[in-house]
Structures are given as structure tokens and as C-alpha cells.
């Protein structure tokens, strides 16, 4: 069993910046090591943001191009997500997830493609 835990959730004024992190605490994903991070707004369908796959190569959705940056510390068994010039739309749960059950590492594939999901962490952005 794969254990995920998310940090570094907050709040802050539109145009600043967060950085949370996922680190993988127990277990291991083995060969498939695509993480992603998604999130959840109140009332709101769970939706992907960026993917990031073993090679390093990353997705992200276009809401989020130019202001969010995935990257990954495979020593430490860290995901982290630096976020930039924040709205109040990027209010959410922000969850990372571990464990894709099927092909192509992508921000777009359903929640329930991957196995492994952190607690989630909140982000809330004020205008």
C-alpha cells in the first residue's frame, strides 16, 4: 500500500505564490511512477492539473501553463507544485496521486485511473 501526504496548503492574497508538496512516506509504485496533482473545488468535480511521468516529462492543464511548475525529488520521495501568480479560482483541495491504472500520464485522465491519493491539502487565494 502506497501512503501519499500532502503539505504546505494555505492562504494567500491573488498574485502570490504557494509551494506544496506530496511525499511518499510508505509503500512504492514500483515501474509506474506517474504522479499528478489534482484538485477540488467546493461543489466542484476533482480535476487534474499537472502530470508528471517517470522520464520527467510534464503535462499541464492550460489554466495553469506559465504559473504552476511541477518538479520532483526521486531521493526523497517528494512531488512538489510551486505555484505562481495565484487566483481566486485556484481556491481548492489540491490531492496528489500515485499508482496510474492505465496508459498515458496525463493531467486529464479521471481520478479513478490512479490508485494512491494523498489527504489533500487546501489552498485559498483572495482577491
Known amino acids: 500500500q502506497v501512503q501519499l501526504v500532502e503539505s504546505g496548503g494555505g492562504s494567500v492574497q491573488a498574485g502570490g505564490s504557494l509551494r506544496l508538496s506530496c511525499t511518499v512516506v510508505?509503500?512504492?509504485?514500483?515501474?509506474?511512477?506517474?504522479m499528478a496533482w489534482f484538485r477540488q473545488a467546493p461543489g466542484r468535480e476533482r480535476e487534474g492539473v499537472v502530470a508528471?511521468?517517470?522520464?520527467?516529462?510534464?503535462n499541464y492543464v492550460n489554466s495553469v501553463k506559465g504559473r504552476f511548475a511541477v518538479s520532483q525529488d526521486r531521493a526523497k520521495g517528494t512531488l512538489y507544485l510551486h505555484m505562481n501568480d495565484l487566483k481566486p479560482e485556484d481556491t481548492a483541495m489540491y490531492y496528489c496521486?500515485?499508482?496510474?491504472?492505465?496508459?498515458?500520464?496525463?493531467?486529464?485522465?479521471?481520478?479513478?485511473?490512479?490508485?494512491?491519493w494523498g489527504q489533500g491539502t487546501q489552498v485559498t487565494v483572495s482577491s
Open positions: 496521486a500515485a499508482g496510474l491504472k492505465t496508459w498515458f500520464c496525463l493531467p486529464q485522465r479521471l481520478p479513478a485511473d490512479f490508485a494512491y
Open positions: 510508505s509503500g512504492s509504485t514500483g515501474s509506474n511512477s506517474c
Open positions: 508528471i511521468d517517470s522520464d520527467g516529462t510534464t
